[in-house]
């Protein structure tokens, strides 16, 4: 199921933590190597209605990613505490390294302007897979497109496949930035910093 079907997070993320043993090692040392990924690392902090103060975020200004973060959230009608707690992944540091990246994942699609359909779903594998090697995202990317209308393929194949590759590749290992601490900065500003190539215009 979660291999066709990227919006059933469930089963994505039982397939993740199930799958991707060495991936969640080489994600928390790349985080042990970064000190802002480290600082993440040591203080974990969560993302959920109760960390977060979405109130205060809807105040920022237009264009700070914290403020395009909730409109994302208010756009697409979902709340961050809609990612499963981790269940399978007994060591406790690798637990929060896979619980983090699991949460991170509409920053993803605020970053990458992606929406929550599956061509924005399928996009944004494409680019999680490329930076994390994760075998659920592979997965994903791959056999997503099943369920897209033959324009929809084209699109990807043509235009967000590619971009969202040269994205993966070209970025910093997304997992090392303290996005907490970043709302107030322009999205713009935060994406050039990571290394997020612009998206292309595309009818999603």
Known sequence: MALYNPLRHDMVAVLGETTGQLAIQRMRARM???PEGYQVLQERPQISTSTLDLASLRELPEGTFGREYVRFLDVNQVTPDSRMPV?????????YVIQ???EVHD????LLGMPINILGEVAVKWFE???TGMPMCILGAAFGPLHLS????????????PWAVQSGRAAHCVMNFYYEKRW???LESLRE?????PCPHVQM
């Open 193 to 197: 910093e990571i290394g997020i190539l």
């Open 87 to 95: 269940k399978f992944v007994d060591d406790e540091e690798l637990a």
């Open 150 to 161: 033959a324009r929809h393929v084209q699109v990807l194949a043509t235009d967000l496949i």
């Open 32 to 34: 042990r190597n970064d």
């Open 184 to 186: 107030e900065q322009s």
């Open 100 to 102: 983090r990246y699991r």
């Open 107 to 110: 920053f993803m699609h605020t």
């Open 129 to 131: 897979a490329v930076q």
